[in-house]
C-alpha cells in the first residue's frame, strides 16, 4: 500500500512538473450499460486552454475492443450516429462530447459498465500528446440509443 501511494504522488508530481498539454479534460464519464449490452459511449469536455489548435484522432479503452470517435447527424428526421476521422479542438476553446453529439464510440466491451466503476481512457491527439485518465461510469438517460 506505501508503495502504491509513493508511485502514486511521484506520478501527480511528475505530471505537474513537466506537464505540456494545455488540454484540461473535465467531467469524464462513460455510459452505465444494461447486462449483455456490447456498445457504449464515453463523453466529457475537453478544454484547449493553450494558443495552438488541437485535434483528437483516436482514443481507446481496455474494456472495449474497438473504439471510434463519433458525431450524431440528423438525415431524414432521424438521429444518426456517423463517424468521424478527426475531433478539432480549437485554441482557447471547449469542445462538449455528450449525448446526442460527439462521443468516443465503444464497441464490443469486454464486461458491462456499472455505476460507480472506473475504465481507463487515452485519447490520442496528431501532435503525438496522448491524455490518459480514468472515467466514472454513470447512468445516462438523454440522448440517443446506442443501436447500429
Ligand atoms: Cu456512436
Known sequence: MKK?????SALLLSSTAFAQSELV????YARATPPNAVNSAIFMTIKNTG???RTLISASTSIAKKVELHTVVKTDGMMKMREV??????KNKDV???????HIML??????????????????FKNGDKEQ????????????????
Open 4 to 8: 502504491t501511494i509513493f508511485a502514486l
Open 96 to 102: 462538449m462530447l455528450k449525448p446526442g453529439g460527439l
Open 51 to 53: 494558443n495552438e489548435d
Open 133 to 148: 485518465f480514468k472515467a466514472p461510469v454513470k447512468k445516462v438517460m438523454a440522448g440517443m440509443k446506442h443501436k447500429m
Open 107 to 124: 464497441f464490443e466491451l469486454t464486461q458491462p459498465l456499472k455505476e460507480e466503476e472506473f475504465i481507463d481512457v487515452t485519447l490520442n
Open 25 to 28: 479534460i473535465e467531467n469524464p
Open 85 to 90: 476521422d478527426t475531433i478539432d479542438i480549437p
